[in-house]
């Protein structure tokens, strides 16, 4: 029995949509991104994503009204081929529920004419990092050849992409649709909002589309400041171990 | 295959009735609020809720007769609508069988021409309290314009509501069943019978029932003991951070 | 899906049968009487009990051959009715499979007329004890009246009744079918072989049987020296609190 | 509802194939030998297991393609019958998956003909080996009278084969398919490449192949001087007690 459902909340037929994960993972970058995306375009909610697999709990509001527990796709109307973006606060925890949660996920994507997977997330290195790069992977050679254009480095990661951004990578690539996981390189330990903009510079260009960086850059000024303490503390701390130093157990 | 069950022990015909959720949580509040009530207005037990996902164990009585492990619904009939009552020792652990469980719950009390869900709490604040809050957080605007003249603040609570407090909402509004969870606000490091007692006040007003708290007096003195402890160990012990101060850390 | 399977080796017609369980439990007290009525008693192996939530492993034996990991029906005919005793390494560890497990127990005796369920466990008190007494807990007072006059002490006990010993009598009172665990007073921290024997001295009573315990006699001796040991270590130990003299922690 | 699925990559008629399984186990010898052999053997792949139970990620590979979780088998065409060997970086971790996924292989074993399978593992001691033993569990005495005169020592091992090298032996048998555990006798701690070869001499007499074992002897003599260090240390260290000395801790 099938413990995942995703609830649309108004029928819009679709136009050759791309889809855009940015559910929470390291570094936050992919969330960071695609909550600027639907705010800067006016994403409208067309569709929530229940599962039994989610946290058993409500969330509190200011209203005083209860919110549900469940992640959500935000449409952005375009000539050119929609935005469907998926975002939330959480990711389920088990493989089994991973899978079932994305295989839904590309069930309702195809059924709604999907193009392309586009999903987003950060590749922590370790590293406080000022100039992070884009790192990509893809579903095959093709989409390499479209997309490493815009500065993204395909190739150069190594290890495993975990959860939505890569599951739905991989779900979807049976169902014959092409996709890219796009990284942006930070340490890991904090929220990158740096890491967010560089990615959302590369991502305008991709899309064809304006995106004001401006709500970020408050964060991106805390960002430096946190960085500039963590090469000071690395500095100043006597050297015990590679691993120790780059802070890699943070991730 | 679903591995809950409620077995009804008798046909009644039940008359509109609230549902009044009292399982174990924080402070054990709810649970001493809707133990008293049972006691006080002599409901009867009409079903018992069966989970392969409650504790494989059985509990051995003074009479040396077995009792199962489960939740238990009482009524406490009313012409202006009946009360049923949902009480037991247990809730279970993984986020699927909460869902599953309060998804059946849901389903008899639609089936009995349910109208209002009331879940009882605690909302703990780790700081001993000696003239608690009653809290709100409610499925819609109706219900807090409705509830708030009794004495409870809505939408001064944060965070999550975890397990049947909170599902029992979320899964009741898709079937459009309105509902609100009361919280009594408390340490959540012991069982709180002074909480209870207040919340009990309201409960009355808002039901328009009698209720003795006679039988929680002895546990309110009690408590009134155990604060004083509590506040002269805080005095006493050197401030080492806030968090351990104010004694979060027993939730 | 049901992942758990009764196989029949031997298609036999059973005579009103006793189900007696002695699978792994506190103090082992079961297990070591439930082996020996087999083999003194000369059982015969009629079923087998899989399931995909034991072990994922298979056994290496002497001679070369694998062993399943599973657990076993041994029948014993008698005019007065069969024996059908439940034996193994193994019980599942979450709730979820030890309700489906048990279940089909029930399911299987059942359908063989079953009569009666005896369920073999120790009550671990966390002392050493030398003359131990047979606890008993059953599904309902008939059990009780008829059952008490061989010496075991019903309504003594406290607490839970973990696994199979517990799970077969609440499921086996659905079905209408009478049942008593009997628990031998044990430490709860070592194998007991002394409660085993007097366990076996009151089921012969109640089934009417005879049984040799020369078989334990080494390991009650080599009990008593260890009973000695742990006495002699508790008279040493400087007393710090009552739950660490009485080793309740062992269980 | 399975959640595991075989897919074939190319229809082709098995000729009476041997099961050969060599997933990630102890001292990984099992693995290194099935790699060699497909390597060795030009085998080709015919089919992958995908299951939801396997670790929801993907691989990131050079090519900058990503590369999805799961199980594969290859085939060696032989007149003599074909070989079908399972290779893969995971194995399930919950004894409900196991048995899933091992069954859905025996399924497809058995539609294809399957004559015999034989899982490759190690038998860990904890002692670093310089000549090791090549021991075998069988799934009846038929199969222990051919094998053992190739040099298989059957009934020496104890204790339990866990994961697919044990499953597939216990569900093959149900299926009537008879089989065998190859276990390389290791220290357990480190992947032993001198096992491994030890191990392919010996496959190579049964199955009557010719398999270069030249990939292998770079790190058999790394494994040499690692056995080296090891033995140092162990004379170095004062003697605190048998288990800690031979290192059966890190199996």
Known sequence: ???????????????????????PGIGLVGKLVADLMIDELKGERIADIYSDYFPHQ????????????KN???????????????VGNIQTLTSESQYEVNREIIKYFKKNKGQLIITLGGYGTGNPIEQPKIFGAATDKNVIDTYSKFGIEFGKTRGAIIGAAGLLLSLGRIEKLPGLCIMGETHGGYVDANAAKKMIEILSKM????????????????NKKLLEKLREQMEKQPISGGEDLNLSYIR
């Open 1 to 23: 029995m099938n413990k995942t459902t995703i609830k649309e909340i108004k029928k819009v037929k679709l136009n050759k949509p791309i889809l855009i994960e940015g559910l």
């Open 58 to 69: 409500v969330i509190m509001r200011k209203s005083g009204i209860i919110k549900d527990t």
């Open 207 to 222: 899309l064809d589309i304006k995106l004001s960086t401006k709500k970020l850059d408050k964060k991106v000024s805390e």
């Open 72 to 86: 959500e796709f935000y449409l952005v109307k375009r000539k050119q081929g929609d935005l469907l973006i998926l």
